[in-house]
């Protein structure tokens, strides 16, 4: 089993900037690949961003491109995303997730309990 908390949400102003923290615990070997999603009131869950340690490859929504940033620390077994130049789309619950293989194709099989982002105007 692989445990995920995450760390880092809260109330910023629109233009403004957080980073978010998923701490990785148990199977950590399973985590290749880590991402996170989010999912605002009333809508479905969204991809956000990943990467693939692998492979070395990060992915991106178009939504966020330009303004987001995945990066992990291995040593310290944590994701992180930095978010630049929020907007008020951009507040939701932002979950991180891993899975051995991929985040992106399927669902991945570790999930965080969720860490509220709301950007206000």
């Known amino acids: 089993q692989v445990q995920l908390v995450e760390s880092g949400g809260g109330l910023v102003q629109v233009g403004g900037s957080l980073r978010l923290s998923c701490a990785a615990s148990?199977?950590?070997?399973?985590?290749?690949?880590m991402g996170w999603f989010r999912q605002a009131p009333g809508k479905e869950r969204e991809f956000v961003a990943a990467?693939?340690?692998?492979?070395?490859?990060?992915y991106y929504a178009d939504s966020v491109k330009g303004r987001f940033t995945i990066s992990r620390d291995n040593a310290k077994n944590t994701m992180y995303l930095q978010m630049n130049s929020l907007k008020p789309e951009d507040t939701a619950v932002y979950y991180c997730?891993?899975?051995?293989?991929?985040?992106?194709?399927?669902?991945?099989?570790?999930w965080g309990q969720g860490a509220q982002v709301t950007v206000s105007s």
């Open positions: 148990g199977r950590t070997f399973s985590t290749n690949a």
């Open positions: 997730a891993a899975d051995p293989r991929s985040v992106v194709t399927g669902t991945p099989d570790y």
């Open positions: 990467l693939n340690w692998s492979v070395g490859r990060t």
